[in-house]
């Protein structure tokens, strides 16, 4: 219990807790209590006398495979150093993971695990409110190869995009633990918290997560005046107040065509070496840019064969979800985040959704 609690405290550090151990290769100070997590759940599991065979296991085993014959197609191309950078990635996705084992296998009750998200949630959102009010220009670090994000909430993971998805990660998560009475005074909190958070943020992409989120939720459970929340969520977006300038502005072209380009770049990346890609977390050494889209990225990097891989998957996290609305509304708010920009490799949101397979499976009684 007390290694869960630090683990999810050292998730607010953010890009502050990161560690440079080599070019292009950063470590966490989540990265280390969650070895040590993993190591300790190994050492005493849930279930010792029966260490139940998860579910996406194969799924997961498919697409690491793929991964890693996609790096070794290719290491004629790079040298050690940049194959061991994309190598140490795919590590770093089977190290997250693990983390889906980790919930299955231990003895901490489902909600330790949502509230403690719920709570990761909120901090970044208070973090953040502060981070707004008292240091709202990140254009001092440019040279440090951050964006010049000015009078947005980017929180201390330094980016308002990545920061949003969690946010409406935690709006969802929120009225999921809603039926937990006795909390609902937090759970009111902190969902106006990450609400204003969210509106802060000023990400598009995120606004478009929460909202696709809401339909299916309204869709799926049939309770149409959800749609009423959502279109009131559109109208505030259009009276937020603005600095001067189009860095706000919901309709600013400028990213937009940048984006655009953006794909049109990595559709070509993928036609380039269609079958396996150029390698698992490669693009930098062949492109001068990376890409702001998820099913690009995988494309790009393993090809068609990844894509199924991945396709795999996300049909089985669908497939353990099916009857957990508020599940399967993170996943369509992933999936339309993700479209602009690469949220489904993004560690902080892995881990999140990792840890969401792993309570919903043990919810089903099968693990």
């Not at 708010?333 to 919903?360: E, Q």
């Amino acid at each position: 219990m007390i290694l869960i609690f630090l683990f999810f405290i050292s998730l607010l550090s953010g890009q502050v807790g990161a560690f440079t151990v080599w070019p292009g290769v950063v470590v966490y100070l989540h990265d280390f209590i969650l070895a040590i997590l993993a190591l300790a759940t190994l050492c005493c599991p849930r279930k010792p006398q029966k260490f139940a065979k998860p579910r996406l296991l194969r799924a997961i085993v498919v697409f690491i495979a793929v991964a890693a014959f996609s790096l070794l197609l290719n290491c004629g191309k790079f040298t050690p150093w940049e194959l061991g950078a994309g190598g140490l990635y795919l590590v770093r996705w089977i190290f997250y993971a693990a983390l889906y084992v980790v919930v299955l296998h231990t003895y901490t009750y489902k909600d330790v695990w949502l509230f403690g998200l719920f709570g990761v949630g909120i901090g970044l959102g208070i973090l953040g409110l502060f981070q707004f009010f008292l240091y709202p220009d990140l254009r001092n670090l440019m040279y440090l190869g951050w964006d010049p994000h000015y009078y947005r909430l980017f929180s201390t993971l330094l980016d308002p995009n990545y920061t949003g998805i969690l946010l409406v990660f935690t709006l969802l998560l929120g009225m999921a633990l809603w039926k937990q009475k006795k909390f609902r005074w937090i759970i009111a909190s902190g969902e106006g918290i990450a609400f204003i958070s969210l509106l802060l943020t000023y990400s598009r992409s995120s606004y478009l997560a929460l909202i696709g989120a809401l339909v299916v939720i309204a869709a799926l459970k049939k309770q149409w005046r959800i749609l009423i929340g959502a279109a009131a969520f559109v109208g505030i977006i259009f009276v937020l107040p603005k600095t001067p300038g189009s860095t706000l502005s919901l309709f600013r072209t400028e990213s937009s065509f940048a984006r655009i380009g953006n794909w049109k770049h990595g559709v070509a990346l993928i036609r380039n070496v269609p079958l396996f890609g150029y390698g698992f977390n490669t693009l930098r050494y062949v492109s001068d840019f990376g890409l702001d889209s998820s099913i690009l990225f995988v494309g790009a990097t393993t090809g068609f064969f990844g894509l199924l891989a991945y396709g795999y998957l996300i049909f089985d996290m669908i497939r353990i979800g099916k009857k957990h609305v508020w599940y399967i509304a993170c996943l369509v708010a992933l999936g339309i985040h993700s479209l602009f920009v690469n949220s489904a490799f993004y560690p902080w949101v892995m881990i999140w959704m990792w840890i969401l397979t792993g309570v919903v499976e043990r919810s089903t009684g099968d693990t």
